[in-house]
């Protein structure tokens, strides 16, 4: 079984840190938190699958050590809202327990003094599985008081993101989970990270995983030679040019993820995303800026470019 671990899932590991190591535990995951907001919303007509997205990050208290559990008034919780997005419209806050989403209690976690998403995943894909502009009533708890609120909800890409923890300057996505490594809040900035976290929801949108394994690629060692080279490549560049579409229909300056490649590429190119599976940075630079002048003047907010048509097309 797959199984990914946000950061605020693994508490213990940065608390053993010094102060002045890693960004708190707060700050990345509201970092991330803000970035995948803008991007997901901003771009949702070019992802063929919807949720409703509220902007509030769940955690629930069996993601964490039994002696950290306590601190829960209800099994699942609100970790933080993003400024200005629905669910901060609506009055929710940090701390606020989720009794109930749509009229419908949240389960139960099952008894296990080991940590687990299963209970936090759950509460996120009841809220996925609601209608996409329909209204979403919550029941909140916080102080023993309950109250209940209506979140107007926006329109999403249907993936969810998380952050490792580890030194790896690195990020990956699956088609539905985007990770990006923790080392790299300590390393770069907002406009920076959204560079990465655009290109890995590319991949996402233009079906990568799903194309590269009706390919019949390997992965591991075997990805680094041959035919699985080259597609693995050619996925990764596609990403790179979608990746800075997706950053302008955000609102940033796509132009962003040439510097990032130009300016860090050669000081990343040691770990981050470089292999015989990936271009140079040079090469990166060089294809997304190629790419961004084929675009129209005054182009539309959000555009749509024609290399959405490739998610259909086989990898060959």
């Known amino acids: 079984m797959r199984m990914f671990l946000r950061l605020s899932a693994v508490l213990l590991a940065f608390a053993a840190l010094p102060a002045h190591a890693a960004p708190s535990l707060l700050e990345v995951d509201q970092r991330l938190a803000a970035i995948a907001w803008r991007l997901t919303t901003a771009n ?16 629930a208290a069996d993601q964490y050590p039994r002696e950290l559990r306590d601190g829960f008034a209800t099994p699942v919780a609100v970790e933080l809202v993003v400024p200005g997005a629905p669910a901060a419209l609506a009055g929710v806050a940090a701390d606020d327990g989720v009794v109930a989403v749509d009229g419908r209690p949240l389960p139960a976690p099952q008894p296990s003094d080991t ?26 708890r916080h102080a023993g008081a309950e109250r209940r609120v209506t979140v107007l909800p926006r329109a999403g890409c249907r993936v969810e993101f998380e952050v490792l923890t ?5 990020a990956s996505s699956d088609g539905k ?26 991949h996402a949108i233009l079906r990568h995983r799903v194309r590269l ?19 693995f490549r050619r996925t990764e560049t596609e990403a790179d040019l979608l990746g800075a579409y997706l950053l302008r229909n955000a609102g940033w300056d796509p132009q962003l993820a040439v510097r990032f490649w130009r300016e860090y590429g050669s000081g990343i190119d040691g770990g981050m995303f470089h292999s015989r599976t990936h271009p140079s940075s040079r090469d990166r630079a060089d294809a997304i800026a190629a790419e961004l002048a ?4 005054e182009a539309a907010l959000p555009y749509l470019p024609p290399m959405l048509a490739l998610r259909d097309e086989p990898l060959k």
């Open 177 to 202: 989970v985007v990770q990006v490594g923790g080392a790299l809040f300590e390393k770069f900035g907002d406009d920076q990270i959204a560079v990465v976290v655009a290109h890995e929801l590319a």
């Open 44 to 59: 949702a007509t070019l992802c063929r699958e919807q949720q409703p997205v509220i902007g509030a990050t769940l955690h």
């Open 115 to 140: 940590p687990t998403s299963a209970t936090r995943d759950a509460a996120q894909a009841r809220i996925a599985a609601l209608p996409v502009a329909a209204p979403i009533p919550l029941l909140l």
């Open 166 to 170: 580890g030194s790896k300057l690195g």
């Open 213 to 231: 394994e009706a390919a019949g690629v390997k992965w591991g060692l075997l990805s680094e030679f041959g035919r699985n080279a080259r597609l």
């Open 294 to 297: 084929t675009m129209p003047k």
